[in-house]
């Protein structure tokens, strides 16, 4: 979703790291899903993508 919102912005890799306080690598290892990232860098993330960020829990379909 990152990746998606970036290009929609047309952000760069280093465009969208500098606004969310962090490196390009960092980025791109995210972006690549190589790492997992902590609510407050989500925060960080949605705020520079002018997104909402929604965390939710919901009911587990039956098996």
């Known amino acids: 979703m990152v990746y998606q919102r970036r290009h929609e912005l047309g952000l760069s890799q280093v465009e969208l790291a500098d606004r969310a306080g962090m490196t390009q690598p960092q980025l791109s ?12 860098l989500l925060e960080r993330l949605a705020a520079a993508l002018d997104v909402d960020l929604v965390i939710d829990f919901a009911p587990r379909m039956a098996a």
Do not use: C, S
């Not at 290892?29 to 407050?40: H, M, N």
């Open 29 to 40: 290892r995210l972006e690549g899903g190589g790492v997992t990232p902590t609510i407050p």
